[in-house]
């Protein structure tokens, strides 16, 4: 089985007035309970129609400067996404409503949310916050809200043991074990 991890960083919150400034995707392979391999990564900016919001740029370190004259490579990002059996995001609603409305192609894949799937505080963690999660795993990723090392972060967390679960070995084997996010529209 083949995962794409995917995060976006974007010009605001609401996905049909605000942007995508740049989209990270991590394809990896699952086997047995764990990631085993990763097959590729592609992370690019895309330039906005409007000036990067100044709160944007605090959060992220995107600026205007980087992202001029960037755009999103579509047909590498569908080739990664076609060969995925499954995406998962952290808070994928947000990077679902981003990503479907650029590739709706996207609508029908079976999406996983790592924030709604997984109930972080039932074991013991204060939030499902990505950084604080990295932190209590002890999982360093130098640009935090950039979005390929929030990507790698993510299959990072989440093929780590899962505490106190029989059945399952890593967060990712108990995530796709539940059933996937409904399908936008139905």
Not at 5 to 28: C, K, N, Q, R, Y
Not at 97 to 110: A, C, Q
Not at 168 to 180: A, G, M, N, R, S
């Amino acid at each position: 089985m083949k995962i794409a991890f995917v995060d976006v960083e974007t010009t605001g919150m609401s996905p049909g007035v605000a942007e995508i400034l740049e989209l990270g995707i991590v394809l990896a392979e699952f086997k047995d309970g764990h990631l085993t391999s990763y097959i590729d990564e592609y992370c690019e900016f895309q330039d906005p129609m409007y000036q990067i919001p100044p709160m944007i740029t605090e959060l992220t370190g995107i600026t205007n400067d980087m992202v001029s004259g960037k755009y999103l490579d579509h047909d590498r990002l569908l080739t990664i996404f076609d060969q995925a059996d499954a995406i998962v995001a952290h808070n994928a609603s947000f990077d679902r409503g981003f990503i479907t409305r650029v590739y709706p192609e996207t609508k029908d894949y079976n999406w996983y949310c790592s924030v709604r799937q997984i109930k972080w505080k039932t074991y013991g963690f204060l939030n499902g916050k990505l950084q604080q999660l990295l932190a209590a795993h002890r999982i360093e990723m130098p640009n935090a809200h950039r979005a390929l090392d929030d990507a790698k972060g993510l299959a990072t967390l989440l093929n780590k043991d899962f505490p106190g679960a029989t059945g399952e070995k890593t967060y990712i084997d108990y995530l796709l074990q539940k059933k996937p996010m409904k399908r936008i529209g139905s």
